[in-house]
């Protein structure tokens, strides 16, 4: 089973940065037992949610041609702690996008406050190869997350029509 740590993206500009929101609720599993009694989404899920957002956004800057694969991250701080009822913002910004991989740069906000910020760095493998070496369920970009993205796209347009289509409420046609 692969989990999918985003909800929606909110924002989301092809090859710059990527807006998304994660909601903690204690529908999820892990957060009964990371720790009981006081649930806690663990740092290491932020992480996920951060690199599932940041490897979107570099695998639709290339078209989705490669594979996406996290390779490491130099950097990660955390400032607090997000727990169930809370809704986490992730923030990622591409800062460098090559034909071997990409690094970006993301921060996860709660209420507004810088929760969690990291630098991660992305791998691009050859489809064929990739599928080869780690088989097709261990790649960021799933049917089941790419549908959070086209579903976000979907709202998008469908805001954008409703915002230019005429205003009915007269009795005009």
């Known amino acids: ?28 599993d892990y957060l009964h037992d990371h720790y009981p009694g006081y649930p806690v ?10 690199a599932q957002t940041g490897g979107i956004l570099v695998g639709e800057a290339g078209g989705f041609a490669e594979k996406v694969v996290l390779a490491k991250i130099p950097r990660a701080e955390f ?22 991989g990409a690094v970006v740069e993301a921060k996860a906000y709660l209420d507004g406050q810088l929760l969690a ?4 760095v992305f791998a ?25 993205l086209d579903l ?11 915002a230019t289509a005429p205003d009915s409420s007269n009795g005009q046609p």
């Open 1 to 28: 089973m692969r989990w999918i740590w985003i909800d929606k993206f909110l924002e989301f500009r092809s090859g710059q940065f990527a807006r998304a929101m994660k909601n903690l609720t204690l529908a999820e």
């Open 41 to 50: 989404m663990p740092a290491s899920l932020i992480i996920e949610g951060l």
């Open 79 to 100: 400032f607090g702690v997000a727990c169930a009822g809370d809704q986490l913002i992730y923030e990622v910004t591409l800062t460098d996008l090559r034909s071997e």
């Open 117 to 120: 910020e990291a630098e991660i």
């Open 124 to 148: 691009h493998l050859d489809n064929s190869r990739a599928n080869q070496i780690f088989g097709p369920k261990n790649f960021v970009f799933t049917q089941q997350l790419l549908g959070v």
């Open 152 to 162: 976000s796209k979907a709202q998008a347009r469908a805001r954008e029509q409703a």
